[in-house]
């Protein structure tokens, strides 16, 4: 699985493809944003529906940073998401 690197206001982010999938698999996809700073962590999600690739991994190189900043801005917190099973840390 890739994982891709990005700053959003000054803080680097991780991002990949989280483990919980729809029924319509190759339709939508959850994103992990992770961010560790000042030993604590910060984790958001959120799906996409890709346009070209319908491979997770391919789907995930094919956003442009940009694209993946537009989605973080949506993203919700770990604790609102069942891909993170509402946990809250």
């Known amino acids: 699985m890739i994982e891709r690197r990005l700053t959003i206001d000054g803080r680097a982010w991780k991002v990949s493809v989280a483990g919980r999938f729809t029924v319509y698999e190759r339709d939508e996809f959850p994103l992990l944003f992770e961010c560790e700073a000042g030993g604590r962590r910060e984790r958001r999600l959120s799906r996409f529906s890709p346009t070209g690739s319908r491979s997770r991994d ?9 694209d993946l900043e537009r989605l973080w801005r949506q993203s919700q917190e770990e604790w609102t998401s069942p891909e ?5 840390r």
């Open 84 to 88: 993170a099973g509402y946990v809250r």
């Open 58 to 66: 391919l789907a995930l190189a094919e956003l442009t940073d940009a």
